[in-house]
Nanobody, 116 residues
């Protein structure tokens, strides 16, 4: 059974930093990409950052230059380093993995709150 467990969310002042982690357990075959979405209250879930198998990365325009996605294959863990946080970054952050077959696996979500 595949599980993605997130950690690292919390409350931070504007301008501060947080690092989210997402540890995967279980066997996942043929990963196509992994990354992070976020969902603010009353809004849709939006892609924040992703790593496509092969190493290329994509970021939402709103986080470019501030957020960095990375992974540690030996630990089956992906990370989202978030710097220069803004109040508008406040949301529940979800990590995900998608396989070549189109199967999604999701983390439980972690709350990030940025105070002004």
């Amino acid at each position: 059974q595949v599980q993605l467990v997130e950690s690292g969310g919390g409350l931070v002042q504007a301008g501060g930093s947080l690092r989210l982690s997402c540890a995967a357990s279980g066997r996942i075959f043929s990963i196509a990409a992994m990354g992070w979405y976020r969902q603010a209250p009353g809004k849709q879930r939006d892609l924040v950052a992703r790593i496509i198998t092969g190493g290329s990365t994509n970021y939402a325009d709103s986080v470019k230059g501030r957020f960095t996605i990375s992974k540690d294959n030996a630990k089956n863990t992906q990370y989202l380093q978030m710097n220069s946080l803004k109040p508008e970054d406040t949301a529940v952050y979800y990590c995900y993995i998608i396989t070549v077959a189109g199967v999604y696996y999701w983390g439980q979500g972690t709350q990030v709150t940025v105070s002004s």
